[in-house]
T-cell receptor, first 111, second 114 residues
Framework: ELKVEQNPLFLSMQEGKNYTIYCNYS?????LYWYRQDPGKSLESLFV?????AVKQEGRLMASLDTKARLSTLHITAAVHDLSATYFC???????????FGTGTRLKVLA | KAGVTQTPRYLIKTRGQQVTLSCSPI?????VSWYQQTPGQGLQFLFE???????NKGNFPGRFSGRQFSNSRSEMNVSTLELGDSALYLC?????????????FGPGTRLTVL
């Protein structure tokens, strides 16, 4: 069964600092997604990563995918308060084609 | 382009009752998936419907059921509600099967079971 783990689960960081969220998954996957969720709100799509070595950037967020290591990273550069949210990765499984979500990382950026 | 809509946004029910939630996908999207989100269990996949057929199912009891109509709108039903069914229920739509396509999420229905 595919398992998706994120770490850290909670992250409190100062504005202006850099940090990385990690997403590990246990079996071969076709594609990987990153989502953001604000408190009480729905999920907003951030990135879709389709192949090994894929890198995508939007503003202060950059996501990458290493399919051999079964690892994706979401790097935050010079964090600002507006980035405070919960970030989820999700992978689709080869064969069953289900979306499996990670545990989520709750990010709090302190002014 | 309108996004995914869900109704109602909030519901309060009592144990033993049943509830029906509705989801309208983005126009042109043929797949609708349902998820349950709770603080303890996180985001859990319930089921996916594509072309009016259930294509995938998560590990939930038979009290949870769904259906999809010819216009791709979907409903989810929970019978004999339990306290543990209190959750945010999210619906997501995609052009094709979720395993091959990006999903877009609705605002959710927050269900409280008393």
């Amino acid at each position: 069964e595919l398992k998706v783990e994120q770490n850290p689960l909670f992250l409190s960081m100062q504005e202006g600092k850099n940090y990385t969220i990690y997403c590990n998954y246990s079996t071969t996957s076709d594609r990987l997604y990153w989502y953001r969720q604000d408190p009480g709100k729905s999920l907003e799509s951030l990135f879709v990563l389709l192949s090994n070595g894929a890198v995508k950037q939007e503003g202060r967020l950059m996501a990458s995918l290493d399919t051999k290591a079964r690892l994706s990273t979401l790097h935050i550069t010079a964090a600002v308060h507006d980035l405070s949210a919960t970030y989820f990765c999700a992978v689709t499984t080869s064969g069953t084609y289900k979306y499996i979500f990670g545990t989520g990382t709750r990010l709090k950026v302190l002014a | 382009k309108a996004g995914v809509t869900q109704t109602p946004r909030y519901l309060i029910k009592t144990r033993g009752q049943q509830v029906t939630l509705s989801c309208s996908p983005i126009s042109g999207h043929r797949s609708v998936s349902w998820y349950q989100q709770t603080p303890g269990q996180g985001l859990q996949f319930l089921f996916e419907y594509f072309s009016e057929t259930q294509r995938n199912k998560g590990n939930f009891p038979g009290r949870f059921s769904g259906r999809q109509f010819s216009n791709s709108r979907s409903e989810m039903n929970v019978s004999t509600l339990e306290l543990g069914d209190s959750a945010l229920y999210l619906c997501a739509s995609s052009l094709g099967l979720a395993g091959y396509n990006e999903q877009f999420f609705g605002p959710g229905t927050r269900l409280t079971v008393l």
